[in-house]
Antibody, heavy 124, light 105 residues
Framework: EVQLLESGGGLVQPGGSLRLSCAASGFTFGTYAMSWVRQAPGKGLDCVSA????????YYADSVKGRFTISRDNSKNTLYLQMHSLRAEDTAVYYCAKDAVQYSSSWSNWFDPWGQGTLVTVSS | DIQMTQSPSSLSASVGDRVTITCRASQSISSYLNWYQQKPGKAPEVLIY???SLQSGVPSRFSGSGSGTDFTLTISSLQPEDFATYYCQHSYPPTFGGGTKVEIK
């Protein structure tokens, strides 16, 4: 069974940093692209970053470019999102999501499955 | 950048109703369009991928159609467990529509 378990969320002050982790199991991690999708309270879904299986190509939404860095350690089956210069508008549940297509050269096709999410709150 | 626009943003329907949700892309995206269902407090789950392919395990009352810029998600006979929010998503780059909340009439 595929499992994705996010961790690292919490309360952080504006301008602060946080690193999210997503521990994956139940599939050959390094052969699938992975993404971080966030959902602000009461709002819709927003993919902020994605990375290919090998880690050689990444995608960032304009809203986080230059502030967030996605990475992965295929030896540890773990996905990361390093977040700097956090703003109030970054407050959201952050989901880790696995791409559905194995060996894809793209960052994303469709997401299946998703983790349970971790809440990031940016507030003073 | 490609924009995805869903309509309506919400709707009220009764059990047994046929429900249709539309998603429009700001430019042609071929069939690179996926649909998700999200229930309160839960992560989204894929229903339809590549515009019209039914994800394994998803009931056949769900169907998707369209290509180019206009897409449709149809629930042929709404069931109590279908009351949720539905999102369309373009694959490259990963871009979501604003969502459609399906509520009980």
């Amino acid at each position: 069974e595929v499992q994705l378990l996010e961790s690292g969320g919490g309360l952080v002050q504006p301008g602060g940093s946080l690193r999210l982790s997503c521990a994956a199991s139940g599939f050959t991690f390094g052969t699938y692209a992975m993404s971080w999708v966030r959902q602000a309270p009461g709002k819709g879904l927003d993919c902020v970053s994605a990375i290919t299986g090998s880690g050689d190509s990444t995608y960032y939404a304009d809203s986080v470019k230059g502030r967030f860095t996605i990475s992965r350690d295929n030896s540890k089956n773990t996905l990361y999102l390093q977040m700097h210069s956090l703003r109030a508008e970054d407050t959201a549940v952050y989901y880790c999501a696995k791409d559905a297509v194995q060996y894809s050269s793209s960052w994303s096709n469709w997401f299946d499955p998703w983790g349970q999410g971790t809440l990031v709150t940016v507030s003073s | 950048d490609i924009q995805m626009t869903q309509s309506p943003s919400s709707l009220s329907a009764s059990v047994g109703d046929r429900v249709t949700i539309t998603c429009r892309a700001s430019q042609s995206i071929s069939s690179y369009l996926n649909w998700y269902q999200q229930k309160p407090g839960k992560a989204p789950e894929v229903l339809i991928y590549a515009a019209s392919s039914l994800q394994s395990g998803v009931p056949s009352r769900f169907s998707g159609s369209g290509s180019g810029t206009d897409f449709t998600l149809t629930i042929s006979s709404l069931q109590p467990e279908d009351f949720a929010t539905y999102y369309c998503q373009h694959s490259y780059p990963p871009t979501f529509g604003g969502g459609t909340k399906v509520e009980i009439k």
